[in-house]
């Protein structure tokens, strides 16, 4: 039924479910299946759900589930990060309860790491939660490992205060742990035939670990005791379930199964990243072919721009070099007119008055025709000279832009008339 959970979510865009259903089925193969490298591939698939997961929940016991593994396979620097990630995920998550049992975990890994302020930090965090806790084999859980740290650190009063607070808050199921440590207490102190009793009770618990932890008390106790008999016994019995838990939880395949994913991991970056260099530089090419291009086409209707300007200004040139030319074409013919009349009247002193009078009325009117004439030539020259001087100023701007000047004799040429 999993698998098919599994199979569902496999192609689908929810990261919450699909890293759910790897979860659970990692469970399954753990807890019921004893398939370690298995499960701990589901784990690791679901491990690489959890950037796009939100249910944090989750998040924390894939973490949880992860370090658990390498704890029990011997990986404990992976275990505490996992487990560190775990508590992280439980904080965000608010889930009290579950980040005292990861808190527990590490509690376990910082005293193999001889790490005392972590412990110590760990102690007073599991203190804070224990007393809003409502479940009493967590409760006793806390009791039992803080009991454990005080021995550690010789504070055997405090201990056997917090494992008597174990031994009382245990449900009805004998709390095998928490003899064995109690039975450890009373060995420092002195007192064998308790510890030995309660060594007895604890080796009736079906952990193994428990079991091997006994047997190396017993081991050492006989030593001390010069029993040889006793000492071959226990050594044996600790190695026969040493190699029992070494072998149920596969050690050498999990960590196959770990330096796997490291180094799929470890490709996938590299392969992003370089996929990202490689996105950016065509990219770039791109962007830089298409502002290429429009430099190019914006260059191209500069210069259409700028060819059409001038075209207008070169007709519009030639129109007044046209006008210039007529005008004063005409202007001299009427200049010629009026001065062989006026030549006629000074030569020919015969004139009669009537006749003088006619050609001075000639005269008059070419003059005035004349003047009226130079005034259109100019009223004409003067919109022609506006025009013209648009287009310049127009050309000046498209040069400026285009960076291609217009000549100057275009730019600076004026036109006048011969009065």
Request: charged share 25%.
């Given at each position: 039924?999993?698998d ?8 689908k ?7 759910a ?39 924390a016991r894939i ?5 658990y ?9 992976l ?5 560190q ?36 930090q760990c ?22 490992n803080?009991a454990?740290?005080k ?18 808050i245990?449900p009805?199921?004998p ?28 080796l009736?618990s079906?952990?193994?670990s ?21 000492i071959?016994q226990y050594?044996?019995l ?30 996938y970056?590299k ?6 260099i ?14 290429w ?12 721009e700028?060819e ?12 007044l ?13 009427l ?18 008055p ?7 009325n000639?005269?008059d009117?070419l ?22 001087e ?29 009065s």
């Amino acid at each position: 039924m999993i698998d098919l959970a599994v199979e569902y979510y496999k192609d689908k865009n929810d990261a919450d479910k699909k890293g759910a259903a790897f979860y659970v089925k990692g469970c399954i193969l753990e807890e019921y299946s004893k398939d370690i490298p298995n499960a701990l591939l589901a784990y690791k698939e679901a491990e690489k759900c959890i950037p796009s997961m939100n249910d944090k929940h989750y998040v924390a016991r894939i973490y949880s589930s992860l370090g658990y593994i390498n704890q029990c396979s011997f990986n404990f620097e992976l275990a505490k990060e996992y487990y560190q990630k775990a508590v992280q995920a439980n904080i965000d998550g608010k889930d009290t309860a579950a980040q005292t049992s990861n808190l527990l975990n590490l509690l376990q890994l910082y005293h193999i790491f001889h790490d005392t302020d972590s412990v110590n930090q760990c102690i007073t965090k599991l203190l804070q939660f224990s007393s809003s806790l409502k479940d009493s084999i967590l409760q006793s859980k806390i009791y039992h490992n803080i009991a454990v740290s005080k021995m550690y650190q010789e504070k055997y009063e405090e201990a056997e205060s917090f494992f008597s607070c174990a031994l009382h808050i245990s449900p009805a199921s004998p709390p095998y742990k928490t003899m064995s440590g109690l039975a450890q207490l009373y060995i420092k102190r002195g007192q064998k035939e308790r510890a030995d009793s309660l060594f007895q009770n604890a080796l009736l618990s079906k952990d193994l670990s428990l079991r091997a932890y006994i047997y190396n008390q017993l081991y050492d106790e006989a030593w001390k005791a010069e029993n040889y008999k006793k000492i071959a016994q226990y050594a044996r019995l600790y190695i026969d379930t040493s190699d029992s838990i070494y072998n149920s939880h596969l050690h050498q395949e999990v960590l196959k199964v770990q330096r796997k994913y490291d180094h799929m991991q470890l490709l996938y970056q590299k392969s992003r990243q370089t996929n990202i260099i490689y996105s950016s530089i065509i990219i770039i090419f791109i962007v830089s072919g298409i502002l290429w291009f429009l430099f190019i086409q914006y260059k191209k209707k500069r210069k259409e721009e700028n060819e059409k300007l001038r075209a207008e200004i070169a007709e519009l040139v030639e129109v007044l070099d046209k006008m210039s030319t007529s005008c004063n074409k005409t202007q001299k013919e009427l200049q010629d007119q009026i001065n062989a009349l006026k030549s006629k009247q000074e030569k020919d002193v015969l004139m009669s008055p009537e006749e003088y009078a006619a050609i001075q009325n000639t005269i008059d009117k070419l003059t005035k025709e004349k003047e009226q004439n130079e005034k259109e030539q100019h009223q004409e020259y003067e919109k022609l000279q506006a025009q013209f001087e648009a287009l310049n100023q127009k050309l000046k701007e498209v040069d400026l832009k285009s960076a291609t000047p217009f000549p100057k004799c275009y730019l600076q040429e004026k036109w006048t008339f011969d009065s």
